[in-house]
């Protein structure tokens, strides 16, 4: 795959269209996610203003600070054939570009904008209401191109690649950080870019889902789930959870696990075109209700991923938003019990026209050690 696959000169045009078919003036979009997946250029946060700024109608443009020109043009937004407005330092770039867009009345702002950005915003462009970016470009982040669909395959065969590996890591006697040093220094030698999380959850941590790594030390007879991603150099991103233990677990711990494994089945069986995200939720949640857990399953069953690891769509209660081909989320139940342990199951799946593909194909059953 290259950039252009990825990151195609057609995105923007249709950025623009779904702007304007939502009623804003322009989207501004700073450095971050939204930046990113329209242009390709991952620029850095800085207090100097970074802002793509595409209008509703007329040639969008990019405002960057003259000391980051020469990245800026050497990103993939150098193909999409945007005027690079380059700022002094003694330049006020929210007012050049407030002046450039003229009246305005309705601004989508990129979703993780800092409010220094957003108040200053505010102050040039003092009548125009401004609501977030995300409500236009949701529809076309949700909807993973072929280019994106192989990425995410991608991600998911280097983050099996670590799963397969933690198995050497783990042992009796060793602390949950000194497994989870040896897990960081695995995902970036399978490609990964960056770490972007590494849990170690042994014992009674694994009751907590989203606990990091502590200098516990790892006993023999206990569950530790594992949860790990990192994004790859194109921008994409790998995210799976595996419980292993280490030595035979507890017997209480054996009779859940093979729930959770059920119904994380269920819910990857549940996923086709058409069928409600929160549907797939509830496969998975009226098993481990049914099995006598549901007050311990106490997240949705899963999230989007793309070039962040947590966005749209989400699999939860509520959400009515139909299954559509090219949808990719995670697909990870979890049963937590205070004060004992945990487990979670978590692949990422694409929904396709004939049902789910499972990105992440390393063993789901409990894996003892």
């Not at 170690?200 to 009751?207: C, K, R």
């Amino acid at each position: 795959m290259t950039s252009s696959d990825l990151y195609p000169v057609s995105r923007l045009t249709a950025v623009q269209e779904a702007t304007a078919k939502a009623g804003l003036d322009a989207l501004l979009l700073t450095p971050g996610p939204d930046l990113r997946y329209v242009s390709g250029y991952e620029a850095k946060p800085l207090e100097r203003l970074t802002c793509l700024v595409v209008p509703a109608s007329g040639e969008p443009y990019m405002m960057v600070p003259r000391l980051e020109l020469p990245a800026a043009q050497a990103s993939p937004a150098s193909r999409l054939g945007l005027e690079f407005v380059a700022w002094d330092e003694t330049d006020d770039p929210y007012a050049i570009a407030a002046a450039r867009l003229g009246h305005v009345e309705k601004v989508g702002l990129a979703d993780r904008m800092w409010a220094m950005s957003s108040l200053r915003f505010r102050e040039v462009l003092p009548g125009a209401e401004q609501v977030l970016a995300g409500t236009v470009l949701r529809e076309l982040r949700m909807r993973k191109s072929a280019a994106e669909v192989a990425a995410l395959r991608e991600a998911g065969e280097a983050i099996d690649a670590v799963h397969r590996r933690v198995p050497e890591f783990l042992r009796a006697g060793r602390t949950e950080r000194e497994v989870g040093r040896d897990i960081a220094e695995a995902i970036l030698a399978t490609g990964h870019a960056t770490v972007d999380f590494v849990i170690v959850a042994s014992g009674p941590n694994g009751a907590s889902p989203h606990h990091d790594v502590s200098d516990r030390v790892i006993q023999a007879g206990e569950p530790v789930v594992v949860d790990i991603g990192g994004q790859l150099h194109n921008g994409y991103c790998s995210d799976s959870t595996r419980t292993y233990s280490v030595g035979e677990p507890p017997a209480d711990f054996a009779a859940y696990y093979e729930v959770l494994r059920r119904a994380q089945d269920a819910a990857c069986a549940a996923v086709w075109p058409g069928v409600s995200c929160e549907s797939i939720d509830a496969a998975a949640r009226d098993i481990i209700a049914e099995a006598g857990y549901g007050d311990y399953f106490i997240h949705r069953t899963g999230h989007g991923i793309g070039i962040e690891t947590h966005e749209e769509p989400y699999i939860v209660s509520g959400n009515g938003e139909p299954m559509e081909a090219g949808f990719a989320f995670s697909v990870e139940p979890g049963i937590y019990l205070p004060g004992s342990h945990g487990a979670r199951i978590e692949d990422i799946v694409v929904c396709t026209d004939t049902g789910a593909e499972r990105l992440n194909n390393t063993p789901r059953d409990l894996v003892i050690v």
